[in-house]
Every structure is written in structure tokens, then in C-alpha cells.
């Protein structure tokens, strides 16, 4: 199986109307959506697409009550790290940031289960993939067992390197910053794996933390039959992640309110990814 995915749907209105011509017109078939929108943007997604829940806790308002979460949400219920924040409180207020971790994880997952039903499979990651942290890994696995939820997949992203070691005609089109991001993500996998494990949790192959933001057509045709023939090769599933859910100016909601994360949503590269959805071409796994 080949997950051709794409984050952040339910951002708001305009970004979640372009994934979902992604789905009409290109190879989408599986959607990561925030928690916390109206019920009806969920069934707008055909039935024959995967949705995931994209657990938030970097960016909006919190699902669980402010005043028990004060580490990571302010007075207002908006959220108050960055992954970089979020890392930190795992290496020095470890004990009270899971707890707070769980309170919100688990309000966001019994929302989920709510819309979905809650004897449905259930994939889940999170955005900016902040349950890479072992702290929140935990936690989530936990609030997993907690609530026996029938885990359908579990994003990994621990981008395996071999696929761009054999292309380097790439070589010098990294970016240092994702490069960063891929080496610390697989860092904090290893922290992870066995519990993973352990559990059983199902997960694949993952392409899309290297050029994350950059998945341009170019880029994708020369690296997918790279990643296809590795997933074959350990008899795992592939998933491609996407940010097509491109917004412009003009139609920036009101529930986005970080700077930073405005520009990310903002940029035009989001267009690019979205061309790229619309024309690559793949045969199952």
C-alpha cells in the first residue's frame, strides 16, 4: 500500500477545499485532519480515503480545559511551543509535562472518536510531528491503550537516507534546516522504537522530511521508485506526505494567529506540492 497523504486538513476552509481536489483530481488517498472543526468538514472526505487524526499541540487552541495544561496552553486555551518548546519540557519538566501531554491527547483523541465512531480504525500522527518527542510518545501510546483504540497506522517519520544517497544529482538542493529535522526525528526514534515495537504498532516507510516543503515534481519522480523498491524490499507499506492545502493571502482565518506559523501556511511552495499531488503517477506497493 502507498499512502499518498497530505497534513493539515481542517486547517480552515480554503486549505481543506484544495486537498480535497487533490483527492478528485490527483493520487491522494489519505487525509490528516486537525481536531476541534465542525463535524461536516470530516464527511465531506470520500469514503475510500484514509483519515487521520493530526493531534495539535503547537498551533491553536487546546480540546482539554486550559487552567490543567498551563505548561503547554495559555490562560485562552492557545497553544504556547514550537517543537523546539515542546523538546525542552521532555529533557527538564518531564513528569507534570506528560501528564499535561495526556490530558490534552486524550481530549483530542475522544473528539475523534466521537466523529468516527469509536469502534472505527483510527491512524493517527501529529502536527509538525511533535510525538516524536518520547515523552509524547508515550502518551499517546498510553491514551491508545487507555481508550482501546483500534490503531490502523501510526506514522513514523524516520526518514530512512539510503534513497538520497543513491540520487546525487539532489545532493546540493538540501535544505540545511530539514536536514537538521530528518537526522533529529530518526535521533528520537531510537528512543521510541522499542515501545513501538513492543505494541506492535503499525507503521511504513516515510518520505518527506528532507524535502518537506520543497516536494516538487522534479524531486518526486526522481526519488519515488527509490522508495517504493525499499518498502517492497522490507515488506512494509510507503507513505508520502504532502502540504497541498495551499492558502493565499486573502483568505487567511482568524484561528491563525502565529506569525510563524502563518508564513509556513502562506508559502507558495504549499502550490507546488499541490501540482506535485495533482500529477505524479504511482502503482500500489
Known sequence: MIYISADDYALCDEASKHILECVQHGVLNKISAFPGADESLYH???SDVSLSLHINLVDGKCMANSDEINLIARKDGRFLHSFGGLFFLWLFKRKK???QVYKEIHAQVLFWKNIIGADKPVFLDTHQHTHMIPSIFRMLLKVVEDEKINLKYLRIPAEPVLPFVKTPSLYFSYSPVNLVKQWLLKFLWLFNKSAAKKQGIPQAVFFGILFSGNMDFKRVEKLLPKFIKLAKKRNNNLEILFHPGYILPNEVCTEIK????????????????????????????
Open 44 to 46: 465531506q472526505i470520500p
Open 97 to 99: 509535562f506528560e501528564a
Open 258 to 285: 502565529n506569525a510563524k506559523f502563518k508564513t509556513f501556511y502562506l508559502s507558495d511552495k504549499r502550490k507546488i506540492e499541490f501540482d506535485t499531488v495533482n500529477k505524479i503517477s504511482v502503482k500500489e506497493v
